[in-house]
């Protein structure tokens, strides 16, 4: 999974039209003060383990967030960071989950919509650490150094 923050004072976003994958009923506007916007993309590679994913990505962004001092995140789908592209359903159910498990940390956690065109705004916090990006690895329990998700090593292990 391939994700780009932002640590922002504000984020804001609007649905503007739906595509073949939108999912149905989405909040259709939305907005986050003092926020984490995480652009996130789930890639072909990580429906190898959803699961593992998920745990992953939610220990990577719990850390990152301790890190910033932040309590709140705006999951943000963004297909444009991977080159090949998770299914829509398996996709949708790992952000839908990631979404989830932050919420059940006591991390107050808002998920834009999944499968839409948006126009959105952000105002970014412009420190040292307010802008980063990671590559998270369903077989590891941060974020994965080696790029690659299908090393031999991660396939005897898994």
């Known amino acids: ?8 004072d504000r984020v804001w976003y609007k649905v503007t039209k739906k595509t073949k994958i939108a999912e149905p009923e989405p909040v259709k ?7 984490v916007l995480l652009f996130m993309c789930v890639e ?3 429906e190898v383990s959803p699961e593992k994913i998920v745990n992953s990505s ?8 301790a890190r910033l001092g932040a309590k709140k995140v705006m999951l943000f789908p963004y297909a444009h960071l991977a080159s090949e592209l998770g299914c829509p359903g398996i996709s949708l159910w790992i952000l839908k ?10 991390i107050e956690t808002k998920r834009a919509a999944f499968g839409w065109y948006k126009e959105f705004e952000i105002k970014s916090k412009g420190h040292p650490m307010a802008d980063f990006s990671m590559n998270v690895c369903a077989f590891a329990s941060a974020e994965c150094n080696s790029g690659c998700l299908c090393t031999a090593e991660n396939k ?3």
């Open 1 to 8: 999974m391939k994700i780009l923050g932002i640590h922002t």
């Open 29 to 35: 506007e939305d907005s986050m003060e003092n926020a």
């Open 44 to 46: 072909k590679s990580d």
């Open 58 to 65: 939610v220990e990577s962004i719990k850390t990152r967030l």
């Open 97 to 106: 989950t990631i979404q989830a498990r932050l919420t059940e940390e006591g």
């Open 156 to 158: 005897i292990n898994a």
